[in-house]
């Protein structure tokens, strides 16, 4: 069996820093491993669709900018296939018959759905496009047959649900569709990047995020104002890791071979993470440290994109060449699937 896989964003804004080590980063090493056979990169926009439905420009403009983010992080079109989902209309139809599967009891139980449900405040009022997003995500990774998706812990209830479907297609029809396998980030820290403010979760509708297109005095602003201890008032004062967003990003981003340039007083992270438990250690200096360790990270992409952004029509025909492939592949599958169903009458 071929090993494939299925992941992606919606467009609902430019790519930030908890994207990109919770995912990005990781699908460029899985592209350039050589070990998966095929890699499909979708822009979700009809998904982003489900809560915009009122603001369609807010989502048409997002999508060259996830584009730009995906290609200066490191994703060749060569290598990887990026592709429209909204383009690929056999996932709208793989979705309708895969919705017969599901209950409506079921959907409610999702904690993925729920939580999402609560932070957008649709308490009643949840579009039925919305509520149904883990059976289109059902239809998106099966359409490729993905063995494996790359996620976050967060949307592990959405793999989940995306499993029991294909369990359930199998068993009612023909084998057809190939059951996915979740893939984690091997850093903890990376599993979930807290905001800024140091809520629990990095937002553009909180605006809390550090984007990967910030300039670099934006960013430096951003660190600056970072949430740290607050019992921590003084240098001298003993300081607290659990919380302190700045050592949850250093530990998402810091290299041990970072401090002979730009710490050099320290050799590891846990020297400076003793040196701050024990008091000694103020703030500042920690997060003027962190700077020079994001900006060593996001310089070369920033870079790229700045190169990528001179000719904006020719990354939407990288686009539209790897919808236009996704569009085949997903046709392939629909056709199996009907042929399941007994539904391909003039076939």
Do not use: W
């Not at 970072?258 to 701050?276: G, I, N, R, T, W």
């Not at 996001?298 to 029509?313: F, G, T, V, W």
């Not at 392939?332 to 076939?347: C, G, P």
């Amino acid at each position: 069996m071929k090993k494939i896989i299925l992941t992606g964003d919606r467009p609902t804004g430019r790519l930030h820093v908890g994207h990109y080590v919770g995912s990005l980063k990781r699908r460029v090493e899985l592209q350039n491993s050589g070990e998966y056979d095929e890699i499909y990169i979708m822009i979700a926009d009809a998904q982003a669709l489900t809560d915009n439905a009122d603001n369609p420009e807010k989502v048409r403009s997002n999508i060259s900018e996830v584009a730009l983010d995906y290609m200066s992080c490191g994703l060749d079109p060569e290598k990887s296939t990026l592709f429209v989902q909204s383009y690929v209309a056999e996932l709208t139809e793989l979705t309708f018959y895969y919705s017969n599967l599901v209950t409506v009891s079921r959907l409610k139980r999702n904690p993925t759905v729920k939580s999402e449900i609560q932070l957008r405040g649709f308490n009643s009022s949840i579009p039925v496009g919305f509520f149904t997003y883990p059976i289109s995500q059902a239809a998106d990774i099966t359409a490729f047959k993905a063995t494996t998706v790359p996620v976050g812990d967060d949307q592990l209830p959405m793999i989940e649900q995306a499993r029991e479907i294909v369990r359930s297609f199998n068993s009612t029809y023909e084998e057809v569709l190939v059951e996915p396998n979740v893939l984690l980030p091997d850093n903890k820290a990376c599993m979930r990047l807290p905001g800024t403010d140091g809520k629990a979760k990095m937002s553009k509708s909180l605006g809390n995020c550090i984007y990967l297109s910030d300039t670099p005095e934006d960013i430096r602003k951003k660190i600056m104002s970072m949430y740290t201890d607050p019992d921590h008032i003084r240098i001298e004062d003993p300081g607290k890791l659990e919380g302190n967003t700045v050592f949850t990003y250093l530990d998402a981003f810091c290299r041990d071979e970072m401090f002979a340039e730009h710490l050099p007083e320290y050799s590891c992270l846990q020297e400076l993470k003793d040196h701050y438990q024990r008091g000694g250690l103020g703030d500042v200096k920690v997060k003027k440290f962190l700077y020079a360790v994001l900006m060593e990270e996001l310089s070369p992409i920033q870079a790229r994109r700045k190169e990528l952004e001179k000719d904006i029509p020719a990354v939407m025909e990288i686009l539209h060449k790897g919808s236009i492939k996704a569009k085949e592949v997903a046709a392939q599958t629909l056709s199996e699937v009907k042929h399941a169903m007994r539904i391909d009458y003039f076939e």
